[in-house]
């Protein structure tokens, strides 16, 4: 099976500065059709979790474009080019190559 | 508009059964995989189990591999979970996702305001 893992656990961030979150998987997510398999995903507090990357680096439907996704293999990355106060949540990467699929343990964003 | 409402949580005793129901609608449920995915209180997201449109293919956490069953009645629009033999490890919100396209599972796009499932005597 594989294990994702997510660093930091906890992202204390500055309005308009960056922010980035790191995922790495036991085994790489790199299928034989050259996408990589990894969701990342938000889950704001009080509401349900909402896809914001897949395969990697696209952008989800309605996504804004300070968000972008980056990796191949093992080592991922999330990136917020300028945070804003709604950006708060969980950040949680999920392996989407095969069964069992499996979410890294989260990384909280918090604004400082 | 493509929504999915989780039904069916609540109380439950050790060992006991629930069957929870997610009610689609919006888009062509069959078409599409669809998980159900939990949250066990100040936890994180653990994916449960997956389904195939035509309900042909079907995928569990090991966990719970022999005690819930994952099905669908596309003639409902509708995601099932039984839950059999739970445990108090079982208790979490349970949320019912929509795969993002029909040809393959995961990248999960639209989700439930979940169910909670409470297992305690």
């Known amino acids: 099976d594989i294990v994702m893992t997510q660093s930091p656990l906890s992202l204390p961030v500055t309005p308009g500065e960056p922010a980035s979150i790191s995922c790495r998987s036991s085994?790489?997510?790199?299928?034989?059709?050259?996408?990589?398999?990894l969701d990342w995903y938000l889950q704001k507090p009080g509401q349900s979790p909402q896809l914001l990357i897949f395969?990697?680096?696209n952008r989800a439907s309605g996504v804004p474009d300070r968000f972008s996704g980056s990796g191949s293999g093992t080592d991922f990355t999330l990136k917020i080019s300028r945070v804003e106060a709604e950006d708060v949540g969980v950040y949680y990467c999920?392996?989407?190559?095969?069964?069992?699929?499996?979410f890294g343990g989260g990384t909280k964003v918090e604004i400082k | 508009e493509v929504q999915l409402v989780e039904s069916g949580g609540g109380l439950v005793q050790p060992g006991g059964s629930l069957r929870l129901s997610c009610a689609a609608s919006?888009?062509?449920?069959?078409?599409?995989?669809m998980s159900w995915v939990r949250q066990a209180p100040g936890k994180g997201l653990e994916w449960v189990a997956t389904?195939?449109?035509?309900?042909?293919?079907?995928y569990y956490v090991d966990s719970v591999k022999g005690r819930f069953t994952i099905s669908r009645d596309n003639a409902k629009n509708s995601l099932y979970l039984q839950m059999d033999s739970l445990r108090a490890v079982d208790a979490a919100v349970y949320y019912c996702?929509?795969?993002?396209?029909?040809?393959?599972?995961?990248?999960?796009?639209?989700w439930g305001k979940g169910t909670t499932v409470i297992v305690s005597s």
């Open positions: 996702a929509r795969d993002r396209i029909p040809e393959s599972y995961g990248d999960m796009d639209v």
């Open positions: 919006g888009f062509t449920f069959s078409s599409y995989w």
């Open positions: 389904i195939k449109g035509d309900g042909g293919e079907k």
């Open positions: 999920m392996n989407s190559l095969r069964a069992p699929l499996s």
């Open positions: 395969l990697g680096s």
């Open positions: 085994q790489s997510l790199l299928h034989s059709n050259g996408y990589n398999f």
